[in-house]
Each structure stands twice: as structure tokens, then as C-alpha cells.
């Protein structure tokens, strides 16, 4: 789950990292009222999910009330797309900050290595750009450590991190002190990505977290009521949000053809031979291991909320999950729902000779049967183009 920037920095201003000044403003009167408490200047910034936000205009200086009005009923409301094409994602929110003046600006991170099962600290004196900038440009100005997944970061290795990304003085006790306490509430808060960029020098010789960026693993989140509003408000579309509400692992693509399958290995090689046969896929829905009927009701009924799909792909592997019941659901869920669009099936390994024969027996029009996986990608994407 990512939260949104404020998120971020409520949770670090909760585990004592320093944060700017800011309120959280879902509308222009708000943004006033916090810009006055506040006092000038200060950051308009849009709560997107998405980075990029500056260049898009989400974030603008108000050096007074008017100002912070004129920007705050811009950015409300308008749409953001990221910069690899991500979105658009709409502002229906604000974060209002004090201004920071910056002496110096660096990048630090902490993210889960999952090829290597540990966190990774990484450190730049080079702030204000993405990592992979800072990696193409001056590959040694990223410094990358592995921590401990026992003991944690201590302040000895922060302390030589800092040295070798080449931190000013000034700032070096600072920053180090910080990576300890940037992993120790990774590890607490269960995250898979702490970002911040910039990590800031202010003219008061403070050290402050200007931005956060940062990734909560969803599976933990029984251990973290306090974060269980944020869950709820995530930007999803409609269709993520009823899948989210069933119980179903869904991603909204942006194709014509629903691809349903049990498992995230094998969703995903349908979604590449959808695309080698020419389709383009209107989502990734795993509908997990050992689905019954209900489950493909449910999935069904996610997938045809979706007005561009045209047709629709079921491919499925039974070990856990009895074919049968997937034909069950099939057949249960178009009577349901009135379902008309193609649907393609491909049924193998458990009862799947049982499932077979009870979509056989059903009669439905509307259903084609294909044995391989590529055969049924290449006759669901001539459905769909001629739907």
C-alpha cells in the first residue's frame, strides 16, 4: 500500500524525524486557513500517488493569501499524469507546508532487496533527482548497504555510509542519526520503500525530510490499525475498488480484453501471450488458488463493470482449484449477470474433464473452449476485435 506525501510524513513525524510544518487541506478554504497558520511562504502540493507532480504544476509557492488561493483552486481537481505515463491521477487533496529554505539537497532510501531478503540503505549527496538519474550519471555518488535484518542499522555503519556518499560536514552527524532511524521505522511500520528526495539542508543548519515517498507491505497491515484509514482512502478506480472489496488481487489495464487465471505466475504469462497474439488486456485479476464458484461470480462480475472489455479469457490450472468449480461459476455467473460477451476458456489439470462437460451440458452460446494457452489468446483477441 503507498501512502499518500502527508502519510508518509505523519509517520515519520511519529517515530521523531524531522518533518516541515503542514496540514492536510481536502479543500481551497482549507488551504487558506492552513496557509495562515502557517505563515508565508508556503507549498501548495497535490496528493497524488504519483511523482513528477513539480514539472506537472502540482506544486506551487504562495508568498500570500491570494496566492495560496489562486493555487489551490488550480491544483484541485486537476489531473496529473507521471512521467513515464502513469495515470491521470485527479487531486482531490492537499498538503500545505512551510516554507524550507535549502542550503543543500541529498537522496536517501531504504527499500526491501527481495533478491537478497534484506533492507537496503541507499545515499546520494546528489538530491532532487531520481535514483536512476543519479546511478546513469555518477554511479559511485550512490551509496547502497544491505542491513542487518537482526540487529538493524547502527550508528557506526550509518556513520561510514555517510562518509563515503561524501556528505558535508555540517550535515553528516545529521543524515546519519536519520538512516538509523529511517530503518528502524521500515522495520517497525513493515515498509517495503522509504524515499526521500529531497533530504534537505536548511539554512538553519537542519537536517529535514522534505519529501516522502513511501510503500507499506498490504500484507501486514493487521499490524497496523493506525494505517488502516489510509487503506481505505487509495486512489483506486471502480473496478479496484469492488475487487478490493471481494477479496480479489485486480489491476486495471487499459485494453479490451478481461483476463481472469488462478495464480500471479500465471496471469501474468497470459497477459504476455494476450499481447503476442496481438490483444492488448483490460486487466490482471488472480482469482488465487482454490476458487470456488462464488470467487468467479465475484471475478466476473469485476471484469464486466469494465465497459471497454469486449471479451473475455479464463485460463486455468487446476491443482487446488477443481476445474469444476470454475465451471460452476462460469455457468453460474452468466445466468447471474446476464453475461453475452465471448468468453474463452481454457481448463487443465484438476476435474478438469468434469469442468468441461458441465460447461458442455450448459449450452452457452456465448463460450469457446480452446486446449492451449496460445490458442486461446489467438481466438479471444479475434473475439474481441470483432465484438
Given at each position: ?5 502527508y ?16 496540514s492536510h487541506a ?11 497558520s ?36 488550480a ?17 482531490h ?7 524550507s ?5 541529498f537522496?536517501?532510501s ?25 546511478a ?9 548497504e ?19 556518499a ?13 538512516l ?57 478506480d ?84 477443481r ?19 465471448p ?5 487443465d ?34 473475439l474481441?476485435?470483432?465484438?
Amino acid at each position: 500500500m503507498d501512502l499518500l506525501e502527508y502519510q508518509g510524513k505523519q509517520l515519520f513525524a511519529r517515530h521523531g524525524l524531522p518533518v516541515p510544518e503542514g496540514s492536510h487541506a481536502p479543500t481551497v478554504e482549507a488551504a487558506v486557513e492552513a496557509a495562515e497558520s502557517h505563515g508565508y511562504p508556503v507549498a501548495i502540493k497535490a496528493q497524488v500517488l504519483i511523482g513528477g507532480r513539480g514539472k506537472a504544476g502540482g506544486i506551487k509557492l504562495a508568498g500570500n493569501a491570494d496566492e495560496a488561493r489562486q493555487h489551490a483552486e488550480a491544483i484541485l481537481g486537476m489531473d496529473i499524469t507521471g512521467p513515464h505515463g502513469e495515470g491521470p491521477f485527479r487531486v482531490h487533496e492537499l498538503w500545505v507546508e512551510a516554507g524550507s529554505e535549502i542550503e543543500a539537497e541529498f537522496y536517501a532510501s531504504v527499500i526491501l532487496d527481495r533478491s537478497a531478503k534484506k533492507l537496503m540503505v541507499m545515499l546520494s549527496r546528489m538530491g532532487g533527482m531520481d535514483v536512476e538519474a543519479i546511478a546513469a550519471s555518477d554511479p559511485d555518488a550512490l551509496v547502497r548497504e544491505h542491513v542487518d535484518p537482526i540487529a538493524g542499522l547502527d550508528a557506526g555503519t550509518a556513520e561510514a555510509i555517510v562518509a563515503r556518499a561524501q556528505i558535508p560536514a555540517e550535515a553528516a552527524d545529521q543524515v546519519a542519526a536519520m538512516l538509523v532511524q529511517l530503518v528502524a521505522t521500515a522495520r517497525a511500520e513493515d515498509a517495503t520503500l522509504i524515499e526521500v528526495n529531497p533530504l534537505i539542508l536548511n539554512r538553519a543548519g537542519e537536517v529535514v525530510l522534505l519529501d516522502a515517498k513511501v510503500t507499506i507491505d498490504g500484507n501486514s497491515l493487521f499490524r497496523h490499525p493506525e494505517l488502516a484509514e489510509a487503506a481505505a482512502g487509495e486512489d483506486l478506480d471502480e473496478q479496484e475498488k469492488m475487487a478490493k472489496e471481494r477479496g480479489l488481487t485486480y489491476v486495471s489495464l487499459d485494453g479490451d480484453i478481461g483476463v481472469l487465471g488462478n495464480g500471479a505466475g500465471l496471469c501474468m504469462s497470459t497477459l504476455d501471450v494476450v499481447a503476442q497474439a496481438g490483444g492488448s488486456p483490460a486487466n490482471f485479476l488472480d482469482a488465487g488458488g482454490g476458487s470456488k464458484a462464488e470467487a468467479i461470480i465475484d471475478a466476473l462480475e469485476v471484469i464486466t463493470s469494465n465497459p471497454q472489455v469486449k471479451a473475455i479469457l479464463f485460463n486455468i490450472f487446476g491443482g487446488i482449484t477443481r476445474c469444476d468449480e470454475v465451471a460452476r461459476g462460469i455457468i453460474e455467473a452468466t445466468n447471474k449477470i446476464g453475461l453475452e460477451l465471448p468468453l474463452v476458456v481454457r481448463l487443465d489439470g484438476t476435474n478438469s474433464e468434469e469442468g468441461l462437460a458441465l460447461l458442455g451440458e450448459a449450452g452457452l452460446s456465448n463460450l469457446h473452449h480452446e486446449a492451449t494457452m496460445l490458442g486461446a489468446a489467438k481466438r479471444v483477441v479475434e473475439l474481441a476485435a470483432t465484438n
